[in-house]
């Protein structure tokens, strides 16, 4: 696709290095092009696509250089390299790109592999807080374990009457 867009580009280029030569020749070949529709009896859907492309010819070179360079960087904007689909919020230079989640990263790790750190910080964190809070009361400890492990027989009559 982007070879077609460089042949494209590379044409109207021509166009445009050639002018005014190339403007009389492009215009005369639409003209020639309509009146071998006519002469050949062709379709009306062609001979109004024929018509409309020598109406929309610009009239003077002027015009014609501006449409055609306006057309050779159109094409030639396709040419590069399609934009980079998985780069979380890529930026179109590189000035947008600082600050961006790509730019934050610590050691080159991927934000999604946050759990490098997270998991064994969790781990820490429980034996720290493990280690500096006093041990429940027995009572409380005994209820844990009824809702924890019940134990059915003789329990309250919670059905309802």
Known sequence: MRGIFKKRADEADAKVKGLPASFSAEKAAVEKNLADLRAANAEAGKLKLAEDALKSFPASPEATKKRWEADKAAAAARTGPPRP???????????ARKGTIAE???????????????????????????LLTKALEKEVQELVDHVRYPVLEGDLDTRGT
């Not at 991927?110 to 820490?124: D, E, M, R, W, Y």
């Open 85 to 95: 689909h998985a780069t979380p919020y890529p930026g179109a230079t590189e000035k």
């Open 104 to 130: 934050n990263t610590w050691w080159d790790i991927n934000p999604i592999s946050a759990g490098i750190f997270g998991v064994p910080l969790g781990f820490i964190v429980i034996i720290v807080v493990s």
